[in-house]
């Protein structure tokens, strides 16, 4: 990678989780993806070193860093293992919204514990009728005296299976559309919480990714997080910086791909030659080069965006939206390469064929992500 316009903090935060992905994820990143397993201890071991919450300031127990950062351990964490990257990115997400909008009693329940891995929270948006288009959430919180009373149901929920807390967007008010939607932080063994079942995905197996039902749950009136009514508002807010993350998770599969490829084509031997040598896979690697060079450049272009306090919303769509179609289409370059090999579980590309797909689908489709560009682009 070029460290050109990297400060030594992005150098050190990104040397850094580079060598905990290579010693300590990328040898558990077969294992974990074939049973399936949340690595709880991998996590507190990623908290111990500062890169939960990248760029939560320091005084609320995060790297106090910047978006740039964010992007460059996210790409190294998904180098080691996507499901990894995954995480560390739920909780930036949550990490933000918690220390934008939390109170300090919020901060000190959820947001410090979450930052130390000593709580595992979810991020409960998504409903059977409300993915893309929130217009259609149902969930709705009611006020009751000193209470809310929530009930609704949020499917495809990350960490839904295992998370201690969820902040949960829901309709306080149903007559005001968008401006009538809020977030409340539920702990998740409540009274009336129940979890559904637990999906089996293709790929990105060791992010848990379940259901969540809520019938007359009661919750405290400090369980609102923010004001009242500008849930959506504060949801929309984070999204730039949540496809900086995903964009930047594409990069390290692709740069991954990469590297593993170049691997076997030079000592991969057919008819008498390495199959480096000849010009149908040279020409693989190449793309597979070009695109991973683009998308980073892409990548941290958007995230310097967001660092000046500018609105990077078109430039986070475009690297989200062309990181995770290069992601796509080269590993599956990355498995023509290895022939049939890479046709077998177990063999890394295989993985990172099946890791890729979902990134052009979550944080908002890559056909939405083309409505954005277009429409901002013809504003």
Same mark, same amino acid.
């Given at each position: 990678m070029n460290d050109a316009g990297l400060s030594d903090i992005h150098l050190a935060l990104r040397d850094a989780a580079r060598r905990f992905a290579e010693a300590k994820i990328a040898p558990l990143a077969a294992t974990l993806d074939e049973e399936e397993r949340y690595p709880s201890d991998l996590y507190r071991e990623l908290a111990s070193l500062g890169l939960f919450g990248i760029t939560v300031p320091e005084a609320l127990g995060g790297a106090g860093a910047d978006?740039?950062?964010?992007?460059?351990?996210?790409?190294?964490?998904?180098?080691?293992?996507?499901?990894? %990257?995954?995480?560390? $990115?739920?909780?930036? *997400? =949550?990490?933000? /919204?918690?220390?934008?909008?939390? +109170?300090?009693?919020?901060? &000190?329940?959820?947001?410090?514990?979450?930052?130390?891995?000593?709580r595992r929270c979810a991020y409960a948006l998504t409903e059977a009728e409300a993915g893309s288009d929130l217009a259609g959430l149902k969930t709705t919180a009611r006020r009751d005296g000193d209470s809310w009373v929530l009930n609704g149901a949020k499917l495809w929920i990350h960490n839904a299976p295992v998370a201690?807390?969820?902040?949960?967007?829901?309709?306080?008010?149903?007559? %005001?559309?968008?401006? $009538?939607?809020?977030? *409340? =932080?539920?702990? /998740?063994?409540?009274?009336?919480? +129940?979890?559904?079942?637990? &999906?089996?995905?293709?790929?990105?197996?060791?992010?848990?990714?379940?259901?969540?039902?809520?019938d007359e749950v009661r919750l405290a009136a400090d369980a609102l997080l923010g004001p009242e009514g500008r849930g959506f508002h504060m949801m929309m807010s984070v999204l730039d910086k949540g496809r900086i993350g995903i964009a930047a998770?594409?990069?390290?599969?692709?740069?991954?791909?990469?590297?593993?490829?170049?691997?076997?084509?030079?000592?991969?031997?057919?008819?008498?030659?390495?199959?480096?040598?000849?010009?149908?896979?040279?020409?693989m690697i190449a793309d597979m080069a070009k695109d991973a060079h683009a998308a980073r450049l892409m990548v941290q272009h958007a995230a310097r965006i967001l660092d000046s306090g500018g609105r990077a919303t078109l430039e986070a769509s475009m690297?989200?939206?062309?990181?995770?179609?290069?992601?796509?289409?080269?590993?599956?370059?990355?498995?023509?390469?290895?022939?049939?090999?890479g046709y077998i579980r177990g063999v890394r590309v295989e993985r990172l064929f099946r890791d890729a797909k979902i990134t052009q689908i979550y944080e908002g489709t890559n056909q939405v992500q083309r409505m954005i560009m277009a429409r901002t682009l013809l504003a």
């Open positions: 978006a740039l950062a964010y992007a460059l351990v996210m790409e190294e964490m998904s180098r080691g293992y996507a499901s990894v %990257a995954d995480q560390v $990115g739920l909780v930036e *997400l =949550l990490g933000t /919204l918690l220390t934008q909008h939390g +109170t300090p009693a919020q901060q &000190e329940t959820y947001l410090r514990p979450l930052l130390r891995a000593e201690d807390f969820a902040a949960v967007l829901a309709r306080t008010d149903p007559d %005001a559309g968008h401006r $009538g939607m809020s977030i *409340l =932080l539920v702990d /998740l063994n409540s009274p009336g919480v +129940t979890r559904d079942r637990k &999906e089996h995905k293709m790929g990105q197996r060791a992010s848990p990714v379940g259901g969540l039902r809520f998770l594409a990069v390290g599969i692709l740069a991954a791909a990469l590297e593993e490829s170049i691997a076997y084509a030079k000592q991969r031997r057919q008819f008498g030659q390495p199959i480096a040598e000849f010009q149908a896979v040279q020409w690297a989200k939206c062309f990181a995770s179609d290069a992601a796509v289409a080269r590993t599956a370059d990355a498995v023509q390469i290895h022939g049939g090999s």
